[in-house]
């Protein structure tokens, strides 16, 4: 499933379950069907029914959750503890072979491996008011390799994101927000995989006003990241983006803050 096509989806669907059924479907087919979605530092009241803190929707096997979460393992994973220093997704592997894991972070990710997460990859989320969360997609598979589908998981993640926030709001609490042609112009470019360098010279004027429309256009979307305010851009039907292949996603995700 493509992008756009999720995000079609998903701008008709009206409930987490469904919401998230959608997001599995759409992972399983890169083959990681197993997906965690939480919120790290805040508590969101909208969440699936028995998915005890800090998680909102889960499908991994239901003997790994139950040792998790009776064990507090969210207290010690290292996903959980170091998303929050990670601006990019980031693969398990890369975990245990470059950060000075502890013993207990490592014994998680080890364990997860037994009971059936044997390749993952997460990818930090942040939102309004220092709100941080992730959402992680693993495989049962042996020989997956997340790096060759961290492009499109990590965008499905975004728009994941942003359409779960846009449904958890209450209805009385959305308004309209209105960008200017400046701000769209930029946000468009951005996701055609322009640096604020890049568009500054396209548009004939400096970076610093370039980067001045794109950070108040974000403000306006409430996200600290260009990338999730792209998302929810196109999701609102602020900018169209006509044609956008894989490869310029890809490129667009690689240079996004």
Same mark, same amino acid.
């Given at each position: 499933?493509?992008?756009?096509?999720?995000?079609?989806?998903?701008?008709?669907?009206?409930?987490?379950?469904?919401?998230?059924?959608?997001?599995?479907?759409?992972?399983?087919?890169?083959?990681?069907?197993?997906?965690?979605?939480?919120?790290?530092?805040?508590?969101?009241?909208?969440?699936?029914?028995?998915?005890?803190?800090?998680?909102?929707?889960?499908?991994?096997?239901?003997?790994?959750?139950?040792?998790?979460?009776?064990? &507090?393992?969210?207290?010690?994973?290292?996903?959980?503890?170091?998303?929050?220093?990670?601006?990019?997704?980031?693969?398990?592997?890369?975990?245990? &072979?470059?950060?000075?894991?502890?013993?207990?972070?490592?014994?998680?990710?080890?364990?997860?491996?037994?009971?059936?997460?044997?390749?993952?990859?997460?990818?930090?989320?942040?939102?309004? #008011?220092?709100?941080?969360?992730?959402?992680?997609?693993?495989?049962?598979?042996?020989?997956?390799?997340?790096?060759?589908?961290?492009?499109?998981?990590?965008?499905?993640?975004?728009?994941?994101?942003?359409?779960?926030?846009?449904?958890?709001?209450?209805?009385?609490?959305?308004?309209?927000?209105?960008?200017?042609?400046?701000?769209?112009?930029?946000?468009?470019?951005?996701?055609?995989?322009?640096?604020?360098?890049?568009?500054?010279?396209?548009?004939?004027?400096?970076?610093?006003?370039?980067?001045?429309?794109? &950070?108040?256009?974000?403000?306006?979307?409430?996200?600290?990241?260009?990338?999730?305010?792209?998302?929810?851009?196109?999701?609102?039907?602020?900018?169209?983006?006509?044609?956008? #292949?894989?490869?310029?996603?890809?490129?667009?995700?690689?240079?996004?803050?």
């Amino acid at each position: 499933m493509d992008l756009f096509c999720f995000i079609d989806c998903a701008n008709r669907t009206q409930s987490l379950p469904d919401l998230f059924e959608l997001l599995v479907g759409a992972a399983a087919e890169e083959g990681f069907g197993q997906v965690a979605y939480g919120a790290l530092n805040y508590v969101e009241a909208m969440r699936l029914p028995d998915h005890p803190m800090p998680a909102i929707a889960l499908n991994f096997p239901s003997a790994w959750r139950k040792h998790y979460f009776e064990r &507090k393992y969210h207290e010690i994973d290292p996903v959980v503890r170091r998303t929050a220093f990670h601006s990019k997704p980031f693969m398990w592997d890369h975990l245990l &072979k470059q950060d000075r894991l502890q013993a207990g972070e490592r014994r998680v990710i080890h364990e997860s491996r037994e009971a059936g997460l044997k390749h993952g990859m997460s990818v930090p989320l942040f939102g309004p #008011s220092g709100r941080i969360s992730v959402l992680s997609f693993a495989s049962h598979f042996d020989d997956a390799d997340p790096g060759r589908r961290l492009h499109h998981l990590h965008a499905l993640a975004c728009q994941f994101h942003v359409a779960f926030g846009e449904l958890a709001r209450p209805a009385t609490s959305h308004e309209m927000i209105e960008l200017s042609e400046r701000e769209r112009e930029c946000l468009r470019w951005t996701a055609e995989g322009k640096s604020s360098w890049d568009i500054g010279i396209i548009l004939k004027i400096s970076e610093n006003t370039i980067n001045f429309h794109i &950070k108040k256009a974000m403000r306006k979307l409430g996200t600290t990241s260009r990338t999730v305010a792209v998302v929810k851009a196109i999701r609102l039907g602020l900018i169209e983006i006509p044609g956008l #292949s894989g490869s310029v996603m890809s490129m667009w995700l690689d240079n996004a803050d």
